[in-house]
């Protein structure tokens, strides 16, 4: 080995302290002492257990959802008292309204391990097969985007899911074999934001549908008080309040809000959360009274100012904000639909006499919902 390559690995003590001097280092990474400094690149323990802590485990500490925390209980209480496995879970709802946490907390309540993994990486029937052949019994198999599986995966998974064995092709051609598999008996819960992309016999397939519906603010904001309490955040209520009315009904966007509003008053309002810090915080993050940001004011934009309200094919409006039509689809439209802003006919997408009012111009006659 050559003296530069001995001179690369033989090192003694800190090279970038004998560098840069003690003080330098010190500055850029903390000294030899030990001490850690107000910014550290390493992971802090205390943020992380924070972080994975704003998932509720159980249903009791579930927030919101009533009706399928009922039903849900009735399904695994009874599965309990009869000590057998619950029947296939499917969890169908939009992005971020708990349905991982939800299938987490299943395993959770039964007291059984969970695997996950998600539809795009089921690829070949025998990635299925390695996940089933190492399940044991009772445990939770929770597959998300379910409705993206492929189809050889998907006619593997209805054996599974009835009659608790796989048969797995080995070889090619006129000598392939097939050997049975038997699966010990096992929940799986599915969740997928397409339901309707599902086909008919994996629906038929499944015990129980969960359909999980947007939070209402009150919900929300009880959502916020427990996510900053864990942080140990000093929010007012008012200022939750805020934040919830502008998350969209859903948690994940309320808890990620959270967090930028914690940074803004970390800056600016020495760490503590009111009213006021929360509305400069979410300007200053471009987030508006109805909780629309700056895509979805500009497909607004777009429909209203570039098309006259329309009607106008998604193809237009993606191709006016810069975007794929399937973000638009997908990202924007459901709220903006929800929130009375756009109507969907058969000729395109129309913008509703809110939407007109919401960037600050007056509706013209026959507008809907004039």
Known sequence: MSDIERTE????????????????????????????RDVDARAQVEEADAESNLRPKSLGEFIGQPKVREQLDLVLSGARGRNVTPDHILLSGPPGLGKTTMAMI?????????????????????????????????????????????????????MAMEDFRIDVIVGKGPGATSIPLEIPPFTLVGATTRSGMLTGPLRDRFGFTAQMEFYEVEDLTKVVTRAAGILGVDISPEAAVEIASRSRGTPRIANRLLRRVRDFADVHSGGVIDLGAAKAALIVFDVDELGLDRLDRAVLTAL???????????NSLALAVGEEPSTVEEVCEPY???????????????????????LGLQPPEGTIGE
């Open 304 to 314: 209203v100012k570039g098309h006259g309200g329309g009607p106008v094919g998604v």
């Open 336 to 358: 903006l639909v929800r929130a009375g802003m756009i109507a969907r006919t058969s000729r395109g997408r129309v913008a509703t006499a809110r939407a007109w009012r919401h």
């Open 9 to 36: 690995f033989n090192v003694s003590g800190n090279p970038f302290r004998d560098s840069l001097g003690g003080e330098a280092n010190d500055h850029f990474g903390g000294g030899g002492n030990g001490v850690q």
């Open 106 to 158: 299943i395993a959770q309540e039964m007291g059984s391990s969970l695997r996950m993994t998600s539809g795009p990486a089921l690829i070949r029937a025998g990635d299925l097969a390695a996940m089933l052949s190492n399940l044991l019994e009772g445990d939770v198999l929770f597959i998300d985007e379910i409705h993206r599986i492929a189809r050889p995966v998907e006619e593997m998974l209805y």
